[in-house]
């Protein structure tokens, strides 16, 4: 239970996620990160069960270095999409399921991307997203502030006021919001 957003921008991408860590109505933290960078090009922001989600993003920047030291180039941001879905996949089919769904957001030779990888193993992707029980409200707020073009400050502002606003109503979700942006020139420091 948490609310977590990620948006496209002309300049880069934004990440967006409460601090509340709830153990069922039981409000078990009030200052968890829930963002995590891959590299310093692609980041993940994490909804469901933490012990999985950390599991899974420890587990994703080791084979992505893997990955990258293999073939000798960093992965793009759908390919990092795709390799944690990957590994989500056999979780399931394992009957060994990763109770998440990751938003992975970064920028890469093709410019700004936003993925969300669900717990089943599927991958979509759209301008901005949202996961988490406070999503449907999130997505409200992004559906009436989101445009194409909109630069990285405007996108913090908006992921922000997407996530203050599911606090609002969202018991899963709360106290504070954190707020992570990568730039489109981040990717060439991955190279």
Not at 49 to 70: C, F, P
Request: charged share 20%.
């Amino acid at each position: 239970m948490t609310t977590t957003i990620g948006i496209t921008c002309s300049d880069g991408v934004v990440l967006a996620a409460d601090k509340r860590a709830s153990k069922g109505f039981f409000v078990g933290s009030k200052a968890v990160n829930k963002l995590f960078m891959l590299d310093d090009a692609t980041a993940v922001a994490i909804a469901g069960q933490m012990s999985d989600a950390e599991y899974l993003v420890n587990l994703a920047k080791a084979e992505r270095r893997l990955i990258t030291l293999r073939r000798g180039y960093p992965l793009s941001v759908h390919e990092s999409a795709r390799l944690i879905s990957n590994i989500v996949y056999n979780g399931m089919k394992s009957y060994n399921p990763f109770y998440v769904e990751l938003v992975v957001a970064g920028v890469d030779g093709e410019g700004p991307h936003v993925y969300t990888a669900d717990m089943s193993g599927a991958i979509t992707s759209e301008p901005f997203m949202a996961s988490g029980s406070g999503s449907p409200l999130a997505y409200g707020v992004m559906e009436q502030g989101f445009r194409l073009g909109l630069n990285l400050d405007a996108g913090k502002q908006l992921a922000e006021q997407a996530v203050r606003a599911a606090m609002e109503r969202d018991p899963g979700s709360g106290n504070g919001v954190d707020v992570l942006a990568v730039r489109n020139d981040a990717w060439r420091e991955v190279a």
